[in-house]
C-alpha cells in the first residue's frame, strides 16, 4: 500500500470506511505513477539467510492497517494478532508455551513489562495479561483506538490512542489516573508511534510533530520539541506526524516525523542536538554509531550519530514501502511491501542478501538478537531466522 494509502481525515473516521476510500482517491496506474515500486535487480548474496522456524498467530494484521509488534523479553517472544489471537513462543524452536484467544479485536500491542504483557484493541481498550499464563488480569476500556503497544514500568500503563490522547493507568488496577489531549491535525496517518516508557519519565510523538516528555506518575508535561513543522497549502502537504518507532540511547532520544525531520534530542533538557530533512513514518533505529531510517521514497540512510551528517544512503529499493530497518549483527534489514527481506552492510549500505519471507509485506519492526532476526509478517507468520557470513 502506498504511503498516501495511509491517509484519513479524522472528522470522517466513521463515514469513509477509513483506508478503502482514501485508496481511490490517490492511486493511478503504475506507468504514470512517479511513486511506482522498483523493480528488484540480482544482488550478490554474500550472507547466508537460514529459516531456522515458522509459527503462525491468527490472522495477523488483519485488513485494518495495524503494526502489531511483537515483544521479546529473556528467551520467549509474545506476539498477537488483529483476531485475538495471542502466543507466547519459545525463541530458540519455535514452541508455544501458551495461547489465549481473546474475544476482541486487538489493534496494538505488544508490550511488555515484569510478569505481564499488554495489549491494546480497535474499541479502545487496554488489557494486562500474564506473562506466564495468559490469563486476563483486568481490561479498561478508553474512549480512542490504541495503535501501539501500551509500556508499564510496573506502577504505570501508558496508552497512546488514535484520537490523539496518551493516557495513565495503574499497573495494578487498570484505573485511569491522567490524560494528556494532543492537538490533532485534519488529515494524519493510520497509526501512533508507540510511547517510551524509561523509568518515571514518558516520551510520546504526536501527529502535530511533536515529541512530549511527561512525568509518568502525574501526566506532567516535562519538555516537548517540534520535529517538524506543518508546510504547505494542503492538508495532505502539512502532514507531520510522529508516526514510527523512536529510540532512546543513554541520553539521547531519535525520533522521525513524516514529511519532516529526524532529530535528535537530549531528553534531560530537550534540548534539540541536531536534524536532518527526511520524510518517515516507519520510525528509527541505531547501530554501528550511526542512526537508521527509511524515507518514503525508499531510501535507507544512515546517518552519523554525533550529527556530524550522512554516512550512507541506499536508494536502490525505491517506494517499496520499506519497513523500519532493523541491526542484526554486521547487517540492517528492511522487509519490502511484496514481503522480501533485504540485508544491507550497517559499514557502507551494499546488499549482503535478501530472502522472500512471505507475500504481502511485514509492518510489524523486526527483533534482533545477535544474529537471530524474527520478522511477524502481515498474514500471521512470526518466522525466525540465522544470519552469517558466507
Given at each position: ?175 485511569k489516573l491522567w490524560t494528556y ?120 540512510s544512515a546517518y552519523l550519530r ?76 512470526l518466522i525466525a531466522y540465522e544470519?552469517?557470513?558466507?
Open positions: 500500500m502506498r504511503p498516501m494509502q495511509w491517509l484519513i481525515t479524522i472528522p470522517l473516521i466513521l463515514s469513509l470506511g477509513a483506508c478503502s476510500t482514501v485508496k481511490g482517491w490517490f492511486e493511478m496506474d503504475d506507468d504514470d505513477d512517479p511513486t511506482a515500486p522498483v523493480e528488484l535487480v540480482d544482488i550478490e548474496q554474500t550472507v547466508k539467510i537460514k529459516k531456522l522456524w515458522s509459527v503462525g498467530v491468527g490472522d495477523g494484521q488483519g485488513k485494518g492497517l495495524y503494526r502489531l509488534q511483537p515483544v521479546m523479553t529473556g528467551d520467549t517472544l509474545y506476539a498477537a494478532s488483529a483476531d485475538g489471537e495471542v502466543k507466547a513462543i519459545g525463541r530458540n524452536k519455535g514452541k508455544a508455551l501458551w495461547k489465549v484467544d481473546l474475544e476482541t479485536k486487538l489493534s496494538g500491542g505488544v508490550g511488555h513489562y515484569g510478569d505481564a504483557v499488554f495489549l491494546g484493541s480497535s474499541d479502545g481498550s487496554v488489557l494486562k495479561l500474564s506473562a506466564a499464563t495468559g490469563e486476563l488480569l483486568w481490561s479498561t476500556r478508553l474512549q480512542g483506538e490504541v495503535l501501539a503497544p501500551p509500556q508499564g514500568n510496573g506502577q504505570v500503563v501508558v496508552a497512546q490512542t488514535y484520537d490523539g490522547k496518551l493516557q495513565g493507568l495503574d499497573a495494578d488496577s487498570g484505573e489531549d494532543s492537538d490533532v491535525p485534519v488529515l494524519t496517518i493510520r497509526g501512533t508511534s508507540a510511547p517510551i516508557l524509561n523509568g518515571n519519565t514518558v516520551y510520546a510523538g504526536f501527529a502535530n510533530g511533536r515529541v512530549v516528555a511527561f512525568n509518568a506518575d502525574t501526566g506532567g508535561v516535562m519538555w516537548e520539541v517540534r520535529v517538524a513543522i506543518s508546510q504547505g497549502r494542503s492538508e495532505i502537504e502539512r502532514i507531520v506526524d510522529v508516526d514510527g518507532h523512536m529510540a532512546l540511547i543513554g541520553n539521547e532520544l531519535y525520533a522521525a516525523s513524516y514529511q519532516g525531520r529526524v532529530v535528535a534530542i537530549d531528553v534531560a533538557s530537550g534540548r534539540k542536538l541536531w536534524q536532518k530533512d527526511v520524510s518517515s513514518f516507519s520510525g528509527v533505529s541505531q547501530g554501528f554509531g550511526n542512526v537508521y531510517v527509511t524515507d518514503e521514497d525508499g531510501t535507507i554525533n550529527g556530524q551528517g550522512l554516512r550512507w544512503e541506499q536508494s536502490a529499493l525505491g517506494y517499496r514501502e520499506l519497513s523500519r530497518p532493523t541491526p542484526v549483527s554486521s547487517y540492517v534489514a528492511v522487509v519490502d511491501l511484496e514481503g522480501y527481506l533485504h540485508l544491507v552492510s550497517q559499514v557502507d549500505g551494499e546488499f549482503v542478501g535478501r530472502v522472500k519471507a512471505g507475500g504481502g509485506g511485514a509492518r510489524a519492526d523486526m527483533i534482533a538478537n545477535g544474529n537471530l532476526l524474527y520478522v511477524f509478517t502481515n498474514s500471521g507468520s544470519i552469517t557470513a558466507k
